[in-house]
Every structure is written in C-alpha cells, then in structure tokens.
C-alpha cells in the first residue's frame, strides 16, 4: 500500500477549494507555511517553497502578521496616537439609540436578530 505524502494531499486539497473558485489559499495556521518551505519533500521539488498551486497563490500568514507588527510600530515611532478597539464590536442589543441611527446603514431584511 503507497503512501500518500502530506505535500500531495495538501497540493490534493488546494486543487479541490481552486475547483470551488478559490482565488487565493488562506493556510489555516502559522505552522503550515514554514512546513510548505522547509519539508524536505517541498525543498526538493519547490526550492523557495511552495507559493502556488496551479497559479492561485498561498497566503503566507507568518510573514503577514510580521508584516502588520512591523507596520504598527512604524506607528508608534512616528508618533502617531494608538486608538483604542476595545468593545468596538459590542453588542448594542440594549443601545436604543445606536440601534434607531444604524437601522438604516444596515438595511437588514433577514430575521430580526439585530433587534432581539
């Protein structure tokens, strides 16, 4: 019985999500993406790493989030003040007002959690 390496049921999979339409593979963790340029079996056949299948490219998630970090302290060293998300996305189930000036932004027309 043939084994299957982990590289061809990765490269098996992305093939099935670009049949569904995918423009670009999202890896779903920081883990894979090292893998996908270190593994022995992806060094010898892609030398810089696997960065596409069949011409739709891998997000690389790790250098993207050094990427955001470095943005945000390019930020902090040019002075610029840091704003404050925290409850950004609370609920405003109780918040009458929020709720009567974002009805019309939203235009929800399914069922009517937004105002349960």
């Known amino acids: 019985m043939e084994q299957t390496s982990p590289l061809k049921l990765f490269i098996e999979a992305s093939r099935r999500l670009i049949e569904d339409g995918a423009e670009v593979i999202i890896l779903g963790c920081m ?60 609920s405003a189930k109780n918040d009458k007002k929020a709720l009567k000036t974002g009805a019309p932004l939203l235009k929800y027309s399914g069922p009517g959690f937004w105002l349960d």
């Open 31 to 90: 883990a894979v993406d090292p893998v996908l340029v270190l593994a022995p079996s992806c060094a010898k056949n892609y030398p810089s790493g696997l960065r596409e299948v069949d011409g739709v490219p891998l997000m690389n998630v790790t250098a993207l989030t050094i990427k955001v970090a470095e943005g945000f302290v390019s930020l902090k060293n040019a002075g610029l003040p840091w704003i404050s998300r925290k409850l950004y996305f609370a």
